[in-house]
């Protein structure tokens, strides 16, 4: 250890992250202090690491980060997460905010402070690559181009911003390639809850637990769309076909448009999501790349609607992985079922219910039948506590044909998950 070069010692500490083992650590010798003063990269208060950070109070929590931080000249990432601490005073932030920003290149922050700190303009015009903020508010975002000209990752969590600001900060940030947005208070100046974002550059979006009644997002280069626990009238994306991952978990949106950005997609994934299948069917009809198809809790808008596999095998060659979950009703299973062509590609299986019912266990022997190269089958299911006589007949009918039919294929894992 004693050989070890002081930058080596630097990059140690900075893997440690935590500031309480960190200081811990400096504390061995003067080589190592040296090593924390002038090569540590990392820096992370985080109250899950150190139970401590709970019984401690406000201003001596902040006079023990003030300290921790002034002794380091070259932090590169600094992490506060205080989830127990309602509010810092604006004063010591603006002091960590201030002394690392020539060097900073990720902050993670999520503390809110008394009185309101705008970190957008103590952080703008360095080398920040990473934004983590949740609990604060952003107003005023100046129309300057380049504010954040290395800014390649912005996260907002429970943060109050107006959407014309959130559309001013995305044009400030000419290299940003990951946008997440959760639970956002967003302030309109009029009636209609509208939000329009643009941006070249972006490649991955992730927005949750938002409700607006239009959102329009204007990226040419984005690759992956995830929407969650959400609420939206209409939703466009206006893209250059260069979108590969959609995934949709909960969200309630009434018009949903993609545009012609499906021709590469590679992977959706919907769930608990009302679906007209013709219409979705056609917005990812071109999508002959598709290796992942997942389309789980969904309710179709019309109740005789059901996904055959007949259009599934023609419009998705390059299949791999077939995950359905849904109600099946009286009379629709040979519909979804028709057809002779074959999932050739389809190597893992996942098939689920909600209610189970006598036409489970048909259904799967079809769609098993459709997949010649299957190694693998997981098939989910939902048993309440309490069960009917019928339902445990169900069940124990299903049970049974499953045997019989895997006799049939001994090659395939099988895999069972009950909730």
Not at 10 to 31: E, F, M, P, Y
Not at 349 to 358: H, N
Request: with cysteine.
């Amino acid at each position: 250890m004693e050989n070890l070069p002081v930058e080596v010692i630097g990059n140690i500490l900075s893997r440690l992250g935590a500031a309480r083992d960190v200081v811990i650590a400096s504390a061995t010798c003067r080589k190592w202090r040296d090593a924390c003063k002038n090569h540590l990269h990392k820096l992370s208060f985080n109250s899950n690491d150190w139970p401590v950070y709970r019984d401690l109070t406000t201003s001596r929590l902040e006079i023990l980060i003030t300290q921790t931080i002034f002794q380091t000249t070259g932090l590169q990432c600094l992490e506060i997460f205080m989830d127990d601490v309602d509010e810092f005073s604006a004063a010591p932030v603006i002091a960590w905010l201030m002394y690392t920003r020539d060097t900073l290149r990720s902050l993670f922050y999520n503390v809110r402070t008394t009185p309101n700190v705008n970190i957008l303009e103590k952080c703008g015009r360095q080398k920040l690559e990473t934004l983590m903020l949740a609990q604060n508010s952003i107003t005023g975002v100046e129309p300057s181009y380049q504010k954040f000209p290395c800014l390649k990752s912005l996260s907002l969590s429970n943060v109050s911003i107006s959407a014309l600001d959130l559309s001013l900060l995305l044009t400030a940030c000419p290299k940003i390639e990951v946008l997440v947005l959760i639970n956002l208070e967003i302030a309109m100046s009029d009636a209609q809850a509208t939000m329009e974002l643009s941006s070249p550059t972006l490649k991955n979006i992730h927005v949750e637990a938002i409700s607006l009644d239009k959102f329009i997002l204007e990226a040419d280069s984005l690759e992956v769309l995830q929407l969650k626990d959400s609420t939206l009238e209409l939703f466009e994306l206006i893209s250059k076909r260069s979108l590969r991952h959609l995934k949709i978990d909960d969200v309630s949106v009434i018009h949903l448009d993609i545009g012609e950005s499906t021709e590469h997609l590679e992977v959706v994934d919907v769930s608990n999501f009302t679906i007209m299948w013709p219409k979705f069917h056609q917005m990812i009809s071109k999508s002959s790349k598709l290796r992942k198809l997942r389309l789980w809790g969904v309710v179709f808008d019309d109740e005789d609607e059901i996904v055959d596999v007949e259009t599934v095998a023609m419009c998705f060659p390059q299949l791999s992985h077939l995950s359905l979950s849904y109600d099946l009703r009286d009379g629709l299973l040979h519909y979804g079922l028709q057809g002779s062509s074959c999932l050739e590609n389809v190597v893992e299986l996942e098939l689920g219910w909600t209610v189970i019912s006598d036409h489970f266990s048909h259904w799967v022997e079809g769609l098993l039948e459709r997949c010649p190269s299957i190694k693998r089958l997981v098939i989910h299911g939902l048993v309440s506590e309490t069960k009917t006589p019928d339902e445990c007949h169900t069940l124990a009918n299903f049970t049974s044909s499953i045997v019989r039919l895997m006799r049939k294929y001994m090659h395939v894992n099988v895999l069972f998950v009950y909730e």
